[in-house]
């Protein structure tokens, strides 16, 4: 642990700043070193759903960057520099949009109308000044309670290849006049795989079933992500997920047949049902 005492210490606030690590504090106990006294019998009653997948990527994902490269290709895939090098990753924000518009056509399909509100209680409600969401007030909106972890794309195709397309014109169906440019998607080799990660705060039955139903949809590549989703890219396909829900821990694995083992599997179509009949009624 480091402790800087920044209140009326310029010296602190810039060791902070500067994320200074000379002076850690160590021990084996988190508490005794925040000087917070033990409590006997502690126990956590916070109620989280945790979904930790790992996906195999078919045929390639893109997900538009900026790239001051003149070199470069026009759409580049987004990376990050992480262990001395950039590598490609699928960011938090482009997951938690697709699940998000997901998650609402899944509600508007099978529940009642206005039943939007059982996604955006999850993922959060945005500005009802935007086209296409709720008109609740300014005051009511929430921050999402679904956390999305960035992840970074594993063993992907090195060195990047870079693609060559033209623009279509609708009108002739020919390729457009000054339409060529090209794009250097993430391809995916047999062993490629993305690990998703995800962490609903303060989970309520129905709420885990609607993340089962988004679950199901990115396993079987039916929910893609990135753009150019029209050409095959950003499609997933399910290998395993661990999901925790309390003492309850499953474990999916399986191509075309799915082996659920942990604790109970009932458990899993209760969500689903909660999930049907919360929206329904």
């Known amino acids: 642990m480091h402790r800087y005492a920044v209140r009326g210490n310029p010296k602190q606030l810039v060791a902070w700043l500067m994320r200074d690590r000379a002076h850690p504090e160590t021990g084996k106990d988190i508490a005794a070193l925040l000087h917070i006294a033990p409590q006997a019998n502690a126990i956590d009653r916070r109620t989280r759903f945790s979904m930790c997948a790992t996906f195999a990527l078919q045929g390639s994902l893109l997900i538009r960057s900026g790239n001051g490269d003149v070199n470069a290709a026009d759409v580049v895939h987004l990376r990050s520099y992480r262990e001395h090098q950039d590598r ?3 960011s938090g924000t482009s997951l938690a949009g697709a699940l998000r518009a997901r998650a609402l056509r899944i509600v508007n399909t099978i529940g009642r109308q206005g039943a939007w509100d059982t996604a955006e209680l999850v993922f959060g409600r945005r500005d009802p000044d935007k086209k296409g969401q709720s008109h609740e007030p300014k005051s009511s909106l929430t921050a999402s309670r679904l ?12 060195p990047v290849l870079v693609q060559s397309r033209v623009k279509i014109d609708r009108f ?5 006049a000054t339409g060529l440019f090209s794009v250097q998607p993430e391809f995916a080799k047999p062993d490629t795989v993305i690990d998703i990660q995800l962490e609903l705060r303060n989970a309520k039955a129905h709420e885990i079933g609607l993340l ?13 992500l990135g753009g150019e989703s029209s050409v095959g890219r950003g499609r997933l ?11 309850d821990e ?23 049902s909660a999930f049907t009949k919360e929206v329904q009624q």
């Open 172 to 176: 002739t169906s020919g390729a457009y």
């Open 88 to 90: 490609p990753i699928l």
């Open 212 to 224: 089962l139903l988004l679950l199901k949809d990115l396993w079987t590549g039916d929910l893609p």
């Open 237 to 247: 396909k399910g290998k395993c997920a661990t999901l925790t829900f309390g003492k």
């Open 250 to 272: 499953w474990i999916i694995s399986g191509d075309d047949t799915l082996v659920i083992e942990g604790s109970e599997k009932q458990k899993l179509e209760d969500f689903v």
């Open 147 to 158: 956390i999305v972890h960035e992840t970074v794309i594993r063993n992907s195709v090195e």
